[in-house]
């Protein structure tokens, strides 16, 4: 465990990852007015929900510097996280919004965006030390959503857990050692809920299991 006050995540010009760094400095020049840096994780260090996507979007959390924000996938997140009492405020797809997250955390196994949306092992290794540090730094941490598999999979790795012992499935909960539970759901692409992977109500099903572990207020 480290202090909230330890945590930092990475500086705006990273190095860590050269194929992640030369992309966001090519998009630098074609768009100055875009973030085009490692993003920063959203909500508060004391939150006990903590979900985990695997990096940001080009023209969404890439352009507007919060993650799932700007794109399809924040429109259903951010408006589900609303519905079930994590969220308030309202959701205008820039991070200066007004949107607060309650009890909820949002961030990315790699931080900066990829070519093609697919971070290749090396990055997922060499940023993975900030969500170490991230999950280590949440003192009243009990749930994390994963987002698709490969979010699932960057989680167990985070933990050093083997991945053959908790198979990823959408709606399925993990128990895993310390007291923490691992949520799945298929991600909040526009392309899973266009072919009916996901729906609203399966994206909702997920949130109404994860409430039921972490009672709100009003509850």
């Not at 202090?3 to 050269?18: A, V």
Request: hydrophobic share 35%.
């Amino acid at each position: 465990m480290i202090s909230p006050t330890e945590f930092s995540g990475p500086e705006r010009d990273c190095e860590r990852c050269p194929r992640l760094r030369a992309f966001l400095l090519e998009h630098r020049r074609a768009h100055p007015d875009w973030h085009n840096a490692p993003v920063p994780s959203f909500g508060s260090l004391d939150a006990r929900l903590l979900i985990v996507g695997l990096a940001p979007g080009l023209k969404g959390a890439n352009l507007t510097g919060r993650p799932f924000t700007g794109d399809y996938a924040g429109d259903l997140l951010y408006a589900t996280l609303r519905k079930m009492e994590f969220a308030a405020g309202t959701y205008a797809k820039h991070r200066d919004d007004g949107l607060e997250l309650h009890d909820c955390r949002v961030t990315n196994a790699v931080r900066c965006v990829p070519p093609q949306n697919k971070p290749i092992g090396a990055e997922q290794t060499a940023c993975r030390p900030f969500l170490v540090d991230e999950m280590a730094a949440m003192p009243n941490l009990r749930v994390i959503l994963a987002l698709g598999g490969l979010a699932h999979g960057a989680v167990l790795t985070t933990l050093g857990l083997r991945k053959s012992a908790y198979k990823f499935g959408h709606n399925v909960r993990h128990e895993l050692p310390g007291g923490l539970t691992l949520a799945d759901s298929y991600h909040c692409s526009r392309y899973n809920t266009n072919t009916g992977r996901l729906t609203e109500t399966m994206f909702l099903d997920v949130f109404e299991g994860i409430r039921e572990l972490l009672p709100s207020a009003s509850d």
